[in-house]
């Protein structure tokens, strides 16, 4: 571990709960596991930051999953979501660059399958997309409708909370 994730760490404990909040929002587009985080601060050491993200994400109803789900764009979508900001755009676009050398009619079934996937469960495909091509992106994307709805309101939790941590290491990294 730098010396710099713990100074910002540090930073992170000191902003003022609004801000704190915001910058946790960038993480995760749920307002109410912002507010906890926000509210569970100083947090002492790297490991009482992540406890905390997984056991209030966790802990959050199926309506806050929801909710920070529909702050994602969806996979292979040039547009940011309409709830994000500039900072978490930017980490979507990253994550979600294994779509953008992908030929277009990789594309064009991926958002064919994003599209039946929201038909069918209300919500956008949340997958980590992080390292994944637009291939295996699809893939996953049609195995997964296979699933029930309370099934995959669990993958994409689970799915979600990687994308919170990895956010939550980049927001400590730079």
């Known amino acids: 571990m730098s010396f710099q994730i713990y100074k910002n760490l540090a930073w ?18 749920s307002a109410e596991w912002a507010s906890r985080m926000a509210a569970s601060r100083p947090f ?5 930051l992540y406890a905390a ?40 676009a ?21 599209r039946l ?10 997958v980590y997309a992080s390292g994944k091509t637009a291939d295996e992106m699809l893939a996953i994307c ?3 409708q296979g699933n029930s709805i309370e099934t995959e309101l669990k993958i994409a939790a689970q799915e979600q909370h990687k994308i919170t941590e990895t956010r939550l290491n980049k927001l400590l990294e730079t």
Request: proline share 5%.
């Open 53 to 92: 993200a997984e056991d209030i994400w966790f802990s959050l109803p199926s309506a806050d999953h929801l909710e920070a789900f529909a702050a994602h764009p969806q996979i292979g979508s040039k547009s940011a979501a309409p709830s994000q900001k500039k900072q978490a755009a930017e980490w979507s």
């Open 94 to 114: 990253g994550e979600q660059s294994g779509v953008s050398d992908a030929a277009d009619s990789v594309r064009e079934q991926l958002a064919d399958a994003n």
């Open 44 to 48: 002492p050491m790297l490991e009482n």
């Open 12 to 29: 992170l404990n000191e902003l003022p709960r609004a801000e704190a909040e915001s910058t946790f929002r960038d993480c995760c587009g």
């Open 117 to 126: 996937y929201k038909n069918k469960f209300g919500f956008i495909f949340i």
């Open 142 to 144: 049609r195995a997964r």
